[in-house]
């Protein structure tokens, strides 16, 4: 410490810290320049720069990073649907808050806007992957695309196998 009291430090005292990393083996893939370590840069632009504390081979690196990458978009994926459940929930909302009259319609209509909600953030979220899916992954794509017009397809015939036989009842 730099200054007159540690204990009331005023403007312009200096306080420095060290501190040190134990030598210990760590596993590394980067590219060597002189004595220094930095990035590899592969064919493609990517810069790859990995290290683990311990002993780890090449493909053990690269499938650690390979899971923690999949796990990260696999996270924000679900933080997508999440942020569509809300934004289409949070316009939804004033209709239950209109029926809330009556507490048990208002819990009624509640319920099924928040179903509704959720059906198309969960179309939207899947229309969104799979369109980031075309250039990259096209026939994985393909079968999301497929995926879900079949479940929007039975849907749709059993809505309208409803209202025929609502129909024919009355």
């Known amino acids: 410490y730099l200054g007159n009291d540690p204990v009331q430090p005023q403007v312009g005292d200096i306080r420095v810290r060290f501190s040190a990393v134990p030598p210990s083996i760590v596993s590394v893939v980067a590219a060597q320049v002189g004595d220094n370590l930095s990035g590899y840069s592969t064919k493609n632009g990517y810069v790859i720069s990995l290290i683990r504390a311990g002993t780890h081979t090449a493909d053990a690196l690269f499938d650690r990073a390979l899971m923690e990458n999949t796990l990260i978009t696999w996270g924000l994926r679900l933080l997508g649907l999440v942020l569509l459940f809300v934004g289409f ?67 749709y015939r059993r809505r309208a196998a409803r209202r025929a036989s609502q129909s024919q009842a009355a």
């Open 89 to 155: 929930s949070l316009p939804l909302r004033i209709l239950s808050v209109l029926a809330d009259v009556v507490p048990f319609i208002g819990s009624l209509v509640e319920l099924g806007t928040g179903f509704i909600a959720f059906v198309f953030a969960a179309v939207a979220w899947v229309a969104t992957i799979a369109i980031s899916w075309f250039a990259h992954r096209p026939v994985h794509a393909g079968l999301l695309v497929a995926v879900m017009s079949g479940l929007i397809l039975i849907l």
